[in-house]
């Protein structure tokens, strides 16, 4: 297992693009979290109804949420790059020649994302702790740190349903188009037009892959706005329930990979 994770990390490691993304990462999501508190700070009205949000316990919330949106677009992107790279370059088919089985070859991939987003979320916590010490707060410093293995989850379950489609569909522009295109607008237009137009059941939309994704990490002000809760809360699905749920489609995802990727000519 260490030796198809070190032969992963080797080949992603000698991707520029991928250097580049790490950097954007670590650059960005602080320049994020600080852009975010001066957007929704930036009078004193503003700072005396919703500073709350930028300090501890709600902060991690907050935090969390905002990097959701930075993860989604780079460890996308990385998980569709690690097979898609190898299809076009054809250094695939020589790793398969030298020994290495396909089941392997996909568990070593397996185990990169989930390296990928540990990383990830190891970051956000000691940037999320950082602001924690800049900002202050009330009450305990960690009383909201259970959103990270969501997070976790959340990154995981958008880099399996990416790389499913990559082994399905081999290239890597397709693949993200559709990937954005599903997650950003098809779902959506399924969830209302159907579910609440023709069906008139919304809530029945909230277990589609995206929208469960989605619930995994909620909206931050969903618990703190005035009038938002009831009406926001009541489409979306408890955030543990959520996780479940993520778990059994991420299961789902890679039961396709692989039977996909068994079949395949490669």
Not at 58 to 63: G, P, R
Not at 73 to 91: A, Q
Not at 246 to 262: E, G, P
Request: charged share 10%; with cysteine; hydrophobic share 55%.
């Amino acid at each position: 297992m260490i030796h198809l994770l070190k032969l992963e990390w080797l080949k992603l490691r000698s991707f520029q693009t991928f250097k580049i993304s790490v950097i954007l990462y670590i650059v960005l999501l602080p320049l994020l979290f600080m852009a975010v508190q001066a957007m929704f700070l930036n009078n004193s009205q503003a700072a005396s109804t919703l500073s709350h949000l930028f300090e501890y316990p709600n902060l991690w919330d907050t935090y969390a949420y905002w990097a959701s949106w930075l993860t989604f677009f780079v460890l996308v992107y990385l998980s569709v790059l690690s097979i898609s790279s190898e299809f076009t370059n054809k250094t695939l088919r020589q790793n398969l020649i030298t020994g290495i089985e396909r089941g392997q070859y996909l568990m070593g991939k397996g185990l990169i994302m989930i390296m990928l987003s540990l990383g990830a979320t190891f970051y956000l916590f000691l940037i999320t702790m950082l602001f924690c010490f800049i900002n202050g707060g009330s009450g305990n410093m960690f009383s909201g740190i259970e959103i990270l293995p969501r997070f976790f989850v959340q990154n995981l379950g958008y880099m399996s349903l990416a790389f499913m489609l990559a082994v399905l569909l081999r290239r890597s522009g397709l693949v993200m188009i559709l990937f954005f295109a599903y997650i950003l607008i098809v779902e959506r237009i399924i969830r209302y037009l159907i579910f609440l137009q023709l069906i008139e059941n919304l809530e029945a939309g909230s277990y589609f892959p995206a929208s469960v994704l989605w619930d995994v990490v909620p909206f931050f002000m969903v618990n703190s706005a005035a009038g938002l809760d009831q009406q926001i809360t009541s489409i979306m699905l408890d955030p543990w329930v959520a996780v479940g749920v993520a778990a059994a489609y991420i299961a789902l995802f890679w039961v396709i990979t692989v039977r996909s990727f068994m079949r395949k000519d490669l």
